[in-house]
């Protein structure tokens, strides 16, 4: 009687627009209530930083690493070793770090390689060996293979690390060594001549030699951004006057001299940020051997320390490299 009574039918469509602006609003929440929810990972995704995929096991890389790399030439290789004792050849380096690392789980998908080496494209080959092994490399280095990343490299980089992930860093200075026996000299694909190296290293021992014997004019420029790193590298060593000037063989201390003065900068970054470490840490600092393309380089080891999750060094594994 009273269904098409104007108050019924007003109540009526009132009711049916409340009900169906509740089941909208309760569609827009329940949206937005997905939007919220947290969905798992389908997995890491891979960067381009990206720690090499796959399941293939680090020491298998090292084999495949090497694959294409000259055999080890004996008569080379004691030339190298009488003038740098407690070297060994890039392979064999590889080959035993990667055994030390896996004992301690290290392995291609949960480590991420960072490096401080030298700008000169001699320096990318053990860079390169590295990288075949572990997947893309962080570069923290810069011209005589100075940290000139700096805290503030260390710190991205080791935002980079795998989720209860692992690093290897890798740092040091080069030099060259010929076919003949000449040191901070080399040669390099496509020139005839032999070449300098470390260009850098040389280039800032010829400046502090002239503040040495009092021949320079000394001008600091480690404030001509146009070459910034050039003269940090000749500030850098100027503590090492005496010893090089003191030294038998110049261009043999030369790398050392700059190994000791870099050790410095990179025990003071790791020190600094190894709150950021992860699962766990390895150090291996040395100097590169650089030598002709159709011979081995070589790399001497003076550091190679593990740190644990909490920071601390807990194992110098540098006797294994060297036995």
């Known amino acids: 009687v009273y269904s098409n009574h104007p108050l019924n039918l007003l109540l009526n469509s009132s009711i049916s627009s409340t009900m169906k602006l509740s089941l909208a609003s309760l569609a827009l929440l329940a949206a937005s209530a997905s939007a919220f929810t947290a969905v798992t990972p389908a997995g890491r995704v891979s960067t381009s930083l990206a720690v090499a995929p796959g399941e293939t096991k680090a020491s298998e890389k090292v084999v495949q690493a090497f694959a294409d790399k000259p055999e080890e030439d004996p008569e080379f290789d004691a030339l190298v070793k009488s003038n740098f004792p407690g070297a ?6 590889a080959t035993r770090v990667v055994e030390l690392l896996e004992e301690k789980g290290f392995d291609p998908s949960n480590t991420l390689l960072a490096t401080s080496l030298c700008a000169d494209e001699l320096a990318r080959v053990l860079e390169d060996e590295f990288v075949s092994i572990y997947g893309n490399n962080f570069n923290l280095g810069g011209l005589s293979g100075f ?11 080791s935002a980079h690390v795998p989720d209860n992930g692992y690093c290897l860093t890798i740092h040091g200075p080069h030099v060259g060594i010929t076919k003949e026996g000449q040191i901070g000299k080399v040669e390099r694909s496509g020139i005839a001549l032999v070449d300098n190296c470390c260009g850098s290293a040389i280039a800032a021992s010829n400046y502090l030699k002239g503040i040495t014997d009092g021949s320079a ?3 600091p420029r480690i404030q001509q951004f146009t070459d910034f790193q050039q003269g940090a590298v000749q500030e850098l060593i100027l503590p090492f006057g005496k010893r090089l000037a003191r030294a038998d063989e110049r261009m043999r201390e030369l790398p050392y001299a700059l190994y000791d003065s870099q050790e410095v900068m990179v025990t003071d970054i790791v020190n600094t940020g190894k709150a950021s470490i992860k699962q766990g840490l390895a150090v291996l600092g040395g100097i590169q051997i650089n030598t002709a393309p159709d ?6 080891p003076l550091r190679f320390d593990y740190y644990d999750a909490d920071g601390n060094v807990v194992e110098s594994m540098i006797d294994e490299l060297s036995s």
């Open 88 to 93: 060994i050849n890039n392979r064999d380096l």
């Open 147 to 157: 940290p000139f990343a700096g805290n503030t490299g260390w710190g991205a980089m």
């Open 217 to 219: 004019n000394i001008n």
């Open 295 to 300: 011979q081995l380089d070589y790399f001497h």
